[in-house]
C-alpha cells in the first residue's frame, strides 16, 4: 500500500535551533497538508498545497515557520528559531478534494 | 469555526452502541471522518459529501444533516478494537476547498 513518509519520525532539540520536517506525499496526490496536534488544540492545519502551489498558510506563524513544496515527491516544514511551545506532533497527510487523506506517521517534535 | 463534538468521551463495552455527534456554526460542504489510536495516525472512516447523506462501512456508519450543519457517526456491536479518539473535519461552504477543520475529538474506550 502507498504511504506518506514522514522524516524524521521523532526530533529533540535545544531552543533556537532550526527544525525542518519532509514529507514525501503518495505518489500522485495533488494536495499536501501539514498539521500540528497538541492535546490542548487537537489538530490544527497549518498549511497546504495544491498541485505544489501554496493555497492556505494561515494558521502557520508567519514569523518562524515555513512550508514549501520543491517538488512533486517532497513537502518541508521548517521552524527557526524553535520555541519550546513548537513541542507538537506534526503530520502530514495527502490526497485530492473530496478524497480521503492520508496521514504519515507524523514526526514527534520536543524543544528544550 | 471549528466543529464541535459531542460527547468529549465514552466507555463501552463490547457489543454496545454509540452515537458521535459533530456540529458547526457554519454551512458545511463536507464532513469526514477519522479514527486515532494513541501514537499513531489517524485513519479515514468516511467522508460524507452531500445533505441527508448517510453511508455505511462494516458496523461503523454515519449521516450528514445539512440543514442542521450537522454530522453523526454510528458505531454498532462495538468491539475492542474500535477504541480511540474519534476526529470530525469539516469543510466549510466557500472556504479554501480541501481545508477541514477538525473537532476536538471523542475518545472512545471500549472494555471487554
Known amino acids: 500500500d502507498a504511504r506518506v513518509t514522514q522524516t524524521p519520525r521523532h526530533k529533540v532539540t535545544e531552543m533556537g535551533q532550526e527544525v525542518t520536517m519532509r514529507c514525501q506525499p503518495i505518489?500522485?496526490?495533488?494536495?499536501v497538508f501539514w498539521y500540528r496536534q497538541t492535546m490542548m488544540q487537537g489538530l490544527e492545519l497549518l498549511a497546504y498545497?495544491?498541485?505544489?502551489?501554496?493555497?492556505?498558510d494561515s494558521g502557520m506563524p508567519k514569523d518562524r515557520f515555513s512550508a514549501e513544496m520543491p517538488d512533486a515527491t517532497l513537502a518541508t516544514l521548517k521552524i527557526q528559531p524553535s520555541e519550546p511551545r513548537d513541542s507538537a506532533v506534526y503530520f502530514c497527510?495527502?490526497?485530492?478534494?473530496?478524497?480521503?487523506?492520508?496521514f504519515g506517521d507524523g514526526t514527534r517534535l520536543s524543544i528544550l | 469555526q471549528q466543529p464541535v463534538q459531542s460527547p468529549q468521551a465514552v466507555i463501552l463495552r463490547e457489543g454496545e452502541d454509540a452515537v458521535i455527534n459533530c456540529s458547526s456554526s457554519?454551512?458545511?460542504?463536507?464532513v469526514h471522518w477519522y479514527r486515532q489510536k494513541h501514537g499513531e495516525a489517524p485513519i479515514f472512516l468516511m467522508i460524507?459529501?452531500?445533505?441527508?447523506e448517510q453511508k455505511g462501512h462494516d458496523k461503523i456508519s454515519a449521516s450528514f444533516n445539512e440543514k442542521k450543519q450537522q454530522s453523526s457517526l454510528y458505531l454498532t456491536a462495538s468491539q475492542l478494537s474500535y477504541s480511540g479518539t474519534y476526529f470530525c473535519?469539516?469543510?466549510?461552504?466557500?472556504?479554501?476547498?480541501?481545508?477541514?477543520?477538525f473537532g476536538k475529538g471523542t475518545k472512545l474506550s471500549v472494555k471487554p
Open positions: 498545497f495544491r498541485n505544489r502551489a501554496p493555497l492556505d
Open positions: 505518489l500522485g496526490h495533488n494536495t
Open positions: 460524507l459529501l452531500k445533505g441527508g
Open positions: 457554519k454551512a458545511l460542504y463536507s
Open positions: 497527510a495527502s490526497g485530492f478534494r473530496d478524497q480521503p487523506q492520508h
Open positions: 473535519g469539516t469543510e466549510i461552504y466557500g472556504g479554501s476547498q480541501g481545508n477541514l477543520i
